[in-house]
C-alpha cells in the first residue's frame, strides 16, 4: 500500500471498507452505502490516496489561515480585543469549513470510481451503523464531558471577560451538536 504512515492518515478512508462473511473486501460510501465489490489493491490505493490527501489538507490548512491573517490584518483595523477574537474564530472555522469540503470529496472518491458496479448487499441505516456506538454513550456523558471541556478553556482566559464566550459557548455548541446527533440517530 505504500508508507504505514499514508495508511495510518488514511483511517477514514479505510473505515468504509469491510471485509464481508465470503473473504471479499466491500467498499460502502460513508459506512453506510450499498455494498460494492473490490480488490485488495484497489482499497490500499484508495486508504494511501487518502492519507496523502490528509497531509495535504494540513499544508492548506495552515497555508490558509496565514492568508487569511494576513488579509484580515491588512484590511480591519480595530483595537478591540473582540473584533479580533470574532476575526480569528471566522478565519478558523473558514478554514475548517474548506478543510470538511474538501476531505468529504476526496473521501468520496471510491464511490466515483466504482459507480457502474452492481452492489452485493444493501444500504444500511445510519441507525445500523452508529447506533451502536452512539447508543454507549449517554446524554449525561455528552454533558459533563462539555462542561469539562468548558472549565478547562475557562482557566485559560485568564480572567478575559471578553474572550469567556468562546470558551464557553465552544463546548456547549459541540455538546449540543453530539446530543441533536445522538438524537436523530435514536429517532431514525
Known sequence: M???TMKLLGFPMALQFESSATGTILYRKDQVGPALPVTVAERDAYVGWMGWMVVLCALLYFVGIILMSVLADRFIESDSNSVGAVGAMAIGLAALA?????LRWASHAPARAFAGRSAVEPARTRKQVFGKRMAKMSYARIAVVSTGLAVFLLFGTAGDVEIMWLAVGLPAAVGIGMAIWKWRIETE
Open 98 to 102: 474548506s478543510l470538511y469540503l474538501f
Open 2 to 4: 505504500g508508507h504505514p
